[in-house]
């Protein structure tokens, strides 16, 4: 897959505060996928985005894929103690369509 | 989350050691993958099964050795190895394809003294 560019590489938020990561490629997304890992989890599949522009939510978290699909982003409102984890967009758009993972973002809540 | 099973959760052995990473899927899934984990990184791809079949192996070295026996299982066979192979091992599942996404196990957390 494509290497796509993912930042921050770690948030620090009291609880309560919002929380964005960004996913960044430099060639156009087939699709682009969401994974969550718990710290000593592992990854859980949160959600896929295929549709330019597309906008999907799961109860405080937004997902979106842009006009371009060259970058991709996931909101969280009000972050819970729970949101405590590193967040990976991955990229299936290699020939193989296994997912590349961005490097993560790791959000620490303060309570 | 249970439906892809891997054992054991930890693994201690020295560099002269053979041991075996198992995991098992109820999924029904035809691929099944074995990623390798360094802390703080994301999940780094070593081997994929496609109907049983290995079908990309992205240059692990030898002392890794993966099987297949059926749908269900796979197999991660460790001989010989180094204190940096020490990491989290996980095993995936997918329909493949497109659109797939992975289904991954609990992990196996190795380290090798």
């Known amino acids: 897959g494509q290497q796509v560019m993912q930042i921050p590489q770690y948030q620090h938020v009291q609880e309560g505060e919002d929380f964005t990561t960004y996913c960044n490629s430099s060639?156009?997304?087939?699709?682009i996928q969401w994974y969550k890992q718990r710290p000593g989890g592992h990854p859980v599949f949160l959600i896929q985005l295929v549709k330019s522009g597309e906008v999907k939510k799961q109860k405080r978290l937004t997902f979106q894929f842009g006009e371009a699909k060259k970058n991709s982003s996931l909101h969280i409102t009000a972050t819970q103690t729970t949101d405590v984890g590193t967040y990976f967009c991955a990229d299936p758009s290699g020939g193989s369509y296994i997912p590349t993972f961005g490097r993560g973002t790791s959000l620490i809540v303060h309570p | 989350d249970t439906e892809v099973t891997q054992t054991p959760k930890h693994l201690v052995m020295g560099m002269t050691n053979k041991k075996s990473l198992k995991c098992e899927q109820h999924m029904g899934h035809r691929a099944m993958y074995w990623y390798k984990q360094k802390a703080k990184k994301p999940p780094e791809l070593m081997f994929v099964y496609s109907y049983e079949k290995l079908s990309i192996n992205e240059s692990v070295p030898s002392r890794f050795s993966p099987e297949c026996p059926n749908s269900s299982l796979l197999n991660l066979h460790l001989h010989a190895l180094q204190p940096e192979d020490s990491a989290l091992y996980l095993c995936a599942v997918g329909a493949g394809g497109r659109t797939d996404t992975q289904y991954f196990g609990p992990g196996t957390r190795l380290t090798v003294l």
């Open positions: 060639t156009t997304l087939s699709n």
